[in-house]
């Protein structure tokens, strides 16, 4: 099969032929229609991600085929139209029994533990517990952008963040996961505040419901204009990009008793990054993670996307083909771009 191939961290992927993935008795391989191109997958490269093995192949959200299903699955088979969150669950853990399959103690993740979907095919593990059923109205590029990105966001602003109808939601970097959390937010009935230095990507961030927007490349001062926009504070806020500045910037700008979720990851060199943590005693502040989302959670979301409620379809923003995935990848450091960039590994 062709599969985009790093050898190096940081140093160009390249499109070559690698051997096809065989599946585990408990795994299926599935023939990849659609990836999507995430910032994830841009910090794997860099080497910020200690899952990550030499030589790799990057790519974690994604929609295809079974293409073939090893011998003790026994929900799916060859020719199903299916998805998978991010976070593959063994099944069996303690979090896994607890239905918290999310956080699972013995996860593997496509495109970091393995070989992941920049490739005609890609090995799933524990299939039974992981699979998503994508229905035939879904197309495949949809069904992709939820993966990692949309699903992620619906957990944060939905279940992590418990957002209430009339509440201020602002919503710190608008790339893909933070567009997922505007259009979720405001579908949810609250009033969002988007935050970025993209006028682009504010643009769309207004587009997909965002009520009030701040440039952040035009302010020194980002949680204090959130603060006066909303009248005291957000009551939830999401660092939706992860770095220093974006993470204190959320918290930051809440209100007394407010909820931030961090959902960009936040590499550093010293594994640490500095939160406000007077304020957040002083403001009794909640900080929460939120860390992909479990198949199961799925159906409600699936539900909403397919009465119209949630159009993730609208953030798919750019189709390319396996070949442009190398220098969009590196792209990805610099300029993540605005909304969601597809990969059709077939075309
Ligand atoms: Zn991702
Ligand atoms: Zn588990």
Redo the contacts with the bound molecule.
């Keep these: 099969m062709r599969a985009v191939v790093f050898e190096r961290y940081g140093e160009p992927a390249e499109v070559r032929e690698v051997a096809d993935p065989e599946p585990a008795d408990h795994g299926v391989v599935v023939r990849v229609e659609a990836t999507g191109l995430c910032r994830s997958d841009w910090h794997g490269w860099q080497g910020h991600d200690p899952d990550v093995a030499l030589p790799h192949v990057p790519g974690h959200e994604l929609a295809g085929v079974v293409e073939a299903a090893g011998t003790r699955v026994t929900h799916w088979r060859p020719g199903d139209r299916v998805t998978v969150p991010f976070v593959c ?9 607890a239905g918290e ?1 999310q956080v ?4 593997t993740q496509p495109g970091f533990t393995h070989w992941g979907s920049f490739a005609q095919y890609v090995a799933l593990d524990h299939a039974d ?1 992981n699979l998503i059923a994508v229905p035939d109205d879904l197309s495949y590029a949809t069904a992709a952008s939820l993966g990692c990105r949309f699903a992620t966001a619906f957990r944060a602003v939905v279940q992590q963040g418990r957002v209430a109808a009339g509440e201020w939601v602002a919503v710190h970097g608008c790339g893909g996961v933070g567009l997922s959390a505007v259009m979720i937010a405001a579908a949810s009935g609250a009033r969002v505040v988007a935050v970025d230095v993209s006028p682009h990507a504010l643009d769309l961030a207004r587009k997909f419901g965002a009520t009030e927007c701040v440039d952040a490349s035009r302010t020194q001062h980002t949680a204090a204009a959130i603060r006066e926009l909303t009248g005291g504070g957000a009551h939830l806020s999401l660092d939706a990009l992860g770095s220093p500045a974006t993470c204190a910037a959320s918290v930051n700008g809440l209100r007394r008793r407010g909820r931030h979720v961090q959902v960009g990851l936040l590499p550093s060199p010293t594994g640490a990054t500095p939160v406000p943590m007077a304020r957040v005693i002083a403001l009794e502040l909640e900080l929460l993670g939120s860390h992909g989302m479990a198949a199961h959670a799925y159906p409600p979301l699936l539900e909403l996307v397919r009465a119209g409620v949630l159009r993730p379809d609208l953030l798919v923003t750019s189709r390319i083909t396996l070949d442009a995935t190398p220098a969009a990848l590196a792209a990805m450091g610099t300029a993540p771009g605005a909304g969601v960039t597809v990969i059709a590994p077939w075309s």
Excluded at 89 to 97: D, E, L, M, N, V
């Design positions: 669950a063994c099944g069996t853990c303690p979090s896994c029994a399959q699972c103690e013995r996860q517990v």
